[in-house]
């Protein structure tokens, strides 16, 4: 009886948002948001949804609301905002929309210093709150730094005697994409965004990639449209480029002109093309198997 009613509290949090009218009655918005926090410890039963569901919230909320409330909801330890994924979203969220009040609440803060990258808890963190973000959080972390330092830890990963993160990664973007199969939009932005992270021109991740089989199939003509785009009109400039000058400079000219990145991104397009055909090809049909071969 208790797994009823804790969805039945939830979706009824759901459709009083959906309606418009949680974000207009102060004291319904407060008791809702107490709810969820209670919902939250349930996960066993409703997993993230609570802590999204909050964060969905007051992200349509007024800044003065999200000032006012933010106390409520964001805890100020940064050992806790560090170790739990939830509190990483809500601090996002604040940083975006009240960055001044944030700053009042737990000082200047940044998570994603370099002395956390030797013990990879920037991609902990990466992975855990993947489902999380909203879009535009999304494409703003997987633009930025931390995804640089996946894409050189993954360069130097291949050297012998290197601690490799990949598998733990690899996890959490398999169930990030298993767990947003009805939202392609958010599918697509991760993928083409591990797809940018090249090195030369040569993205990180491997052509062959079992995630991939989470794909909606929505997600995945996107995607294969976008792999298409790519070879046909590649504009090195929207890829994140892992070499640093200083390693250009150590290294022959030759392995840094534009036309030996562009060679090495076709062929592992092409290959990434081909890894899909053969892994998914009972998930696809048999019209976008025919233009995924030409």
């Known amino acids: 009886m208790v797994r009823p009613a804790l969805f039945a509290n939830l979706f009824g949090v759901l459709a009083l948002f ?19 926090q209670a919902l939250a410890q349930y996960q066993n039963h ?18 003065a609301t999200l000032q006012e409330m933010l106390p409520e909801v964001l805890s100020t330890d ?14 996002l969220l604040a940083q975006q929309k009240v960055p001044s009040r944030l700053k009042k609440l737990v000082g ?31 494409q703003l972390v997987m633009r930025g730094d931390v995804i640089r330092h996946y894409g050189k830890h993954m360069c130097m990963a291949k050297l012998p005697n290197q601690f490799k993160f990949t598998p733990e990664l690899e996890e959490y973007v398999g169930t990030f994409l298993e767990g947003c199969w009805d939202d392609p939009e ?5 993928l083409v965004a591990f797809s940018s992270a090249t090195n030369h021109g040569l993205p990180v991740v491997p052509t062959f990639w079992w995630v991939m089989r989470f794909l909606s199939p929505q997600a995945l003509q ?35 002109m534009p036309e030996r990145a562009v060679f090495r991104l076709q062929k592992w397009i092409i290959l990434r093309l081909g890894s899909l055909v053969d892994s998914l090809h009972l998930e696809m049909e048999e019209a976008l ?6």
């Open 18 to 36: 959906q309606s418009g009218q949680l974000v207009k009655d102060q004291e319904v918005l407060r008791k809702s948001v107490k709810l969820l």
């Open 46 to 63: 409703l997993q993230e949804q609570p802590w999204k569901t909050l964060v969905d919230i007051l992200s349509e909320v007024s800044e």
């Open 78 to 91: 940064l050992d806790v905002m560090l170790s739990c994924p939830e509190q990483l979203g809500l601090f």
């Open 108 to 138: 200047s803060v940044n998570l994603f210093l370099d002395e956390n990258v030797p013990s990879y808890l920037c991609f902990c963190l990466l992975g855990a709150t993947l489902p999380l973000l909203t879009k535009e959080q999304l």
């Open 186 to 190: 958010q599918q697509l932005a991760v």
């Open 222 to 256: 996107c995607y294969l449209a976008w792999l298409q785009g790519t070879f046909h009109q590649l504009d090195l400039d929207s890829l994140i480029d892992l070499s640093t000058n200083n390693t250009k400079k150590a290294q022959d000219a030759s392995l840094h």
């Open 289 to 294: 198997m025919e233009e995924v071969a030409r």
